[in-house]
């Protein structure tokens, strides 16, 4: 019988590696010896060292191609949450990430981490120090939510020590970090459109967010943990800073740092969200005539308006995590990294 010869446990593909987490975390693979292949639709970036190939995910050969010798993939590929499209989200987001576990699989890779996000539990009411046992949300809030949880799902079934292939999900909150397209720069158009004066509810609410070397570091700890003994397998696992913040004061910090006005007067939690969710109907209805996209959608304001913080203690206690970079110099990091957003 013909013996598969297994490619080194430091040969990788990045599949999103083009993306703001993907190419902090090929950054950090290339750091620590890894051989990195870059799978994307788009090439944004080079990297001495980082091979890239462009192609769609939910093409099963262009994957064969770069799956075929590496015995680790990282998948943190995913349309923009922002592009509220739901066939886009249905079609990559999950039978997208069935294509990448077949292709693995067919390809013989040991190890699959997916980004998921911890948002899949999240149904727009308050989380304070969430579990990972905590179910998954059964209204999620938005498309982008939903295939989420899908993709989820389908990841951690697939994990089979009989067929020699391991899953695990890391389940971040709140990226930030220099390079990030979402966070900062939607904050700053918002604040430059005059909408950054107000504070949705009573502005005591406790959120997480997650400085971006700590996501890769916790994706790193889970690909090197995952064994066929480990606990790891087929499992999910919440990465954070572990430093819940005001969701207003870590917004005022990093508004403040760019030479803006922090937000000050109240406006109640439900009549904005209401306002968010007629607006949302009436994009919709309108979508077929006209592409309208709202500052305040019901996801958004959700997420400004209650506690929505998670527990890492079991990726402490399965892989020994512990974040590498602490909220404050997160933050000073961060803010430096956009003189082009500053007032
Ligand atoms: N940013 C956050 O706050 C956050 C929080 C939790 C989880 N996540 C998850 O982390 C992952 C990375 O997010 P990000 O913020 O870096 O997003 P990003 O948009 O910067 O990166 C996503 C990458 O996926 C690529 N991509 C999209 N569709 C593809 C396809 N069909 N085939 C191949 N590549 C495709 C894009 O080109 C992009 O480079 C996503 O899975 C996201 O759901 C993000
Ligand atoms: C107009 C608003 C009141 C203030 C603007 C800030 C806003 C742009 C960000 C604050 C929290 C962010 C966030 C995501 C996107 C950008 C924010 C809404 C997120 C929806 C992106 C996708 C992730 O998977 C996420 C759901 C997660 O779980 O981390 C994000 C949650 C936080």
Not at 81 to 105: H, M, S, Y
Not at 122 to 151: M, S, V
């Amino acid at each position: 019988m013909a013996t598969r010869i297994r490619p080194s446990s430091k040969r990788c593909a990045v599949i999103g590696g083009s993306g703001f987490l993907g190419r902090h975390l090929v950054e950090r693979l290339v750091e620590k010896g890894y051989s990195v292949a870059v799978f994307d639709i788009a090439q944004r970036y080079e990297v001495p060292g980082v091979t890239f190939h462009q192609g769609d995910l939910c093409d099963k050969q262009a994957l064969l191609k770069v799956l075929k010798d590496v015995s680790l993939v990282f998948h943190c590929a995913s349309p923009s949450p922002a592009c509220d499209d739901r066939n886009l989200f249905w079609k990559v987001n999950v039978e997208g990430t069935r294509t990448v576990i077949q292709a693995c699989q067919e390809a013989g890779v040991q190890k699959l981490v997916l980004t998921s996000s911890a948002s899949v539990v999240f149904e727009g009411t308050d989380i304070k120090n969430g579990k990972e046992d905590l179910p998954y949300a059964k209204r999620p809030i938005d498309y982008y939510t939903e295939t989420k949880i899908q993709q989820e799902k389908v990841v951690l079934e697939a994990c089979s020590k009989e067929k020699d292939f391991l899953t695990v999900a890391i389940r971040p909150h709140g990226i930030f970090g220099p390079r990030d397209p979402q966070l900062v720069p939607i904050l700053v158009d918002t604040a430059r459109k005059g909408k950054m004066k107000f504070i949705i509810g009573d502005g005591t609410n406790l959120v997480d967010f997650t400085y971006v070397e700590n996501v890769v570091h916790g994706h790193i700890l889970a690909a090197e943990h995952l064994k066929p003994d480990s606990p790891l397998c087929g499992k999910a696992y919440h990465i954070t800073n572990d430093e819940p913040i005001r969701f207003w004061d870590f917004m005022s910090q990093v508004l403040v740092g760019l030479g803006y006005d922090a937000p000050r007067y109240h406006l109640p939690y439900a009549l904005v969200y209401g306002i968010a969710m007629l607006l949302w109907l009436i994009t919709s209805l309108l979508r077929p005539l006209v592409n309208i996209k709202p500052t305040f959608t019901p996801m958004r304001v959700a997420l400004a308006g209650t506690h929505h913080y998670y527990s890492c203690s079991r990726a402490k206690q399965d892989m020994g995590y512990q974040p590498v970079v602490r909220l404050k110099e997160a933050i000073a990091r961060t803010v430096a990294s956009y003189p082009h957003l500053r007032r």
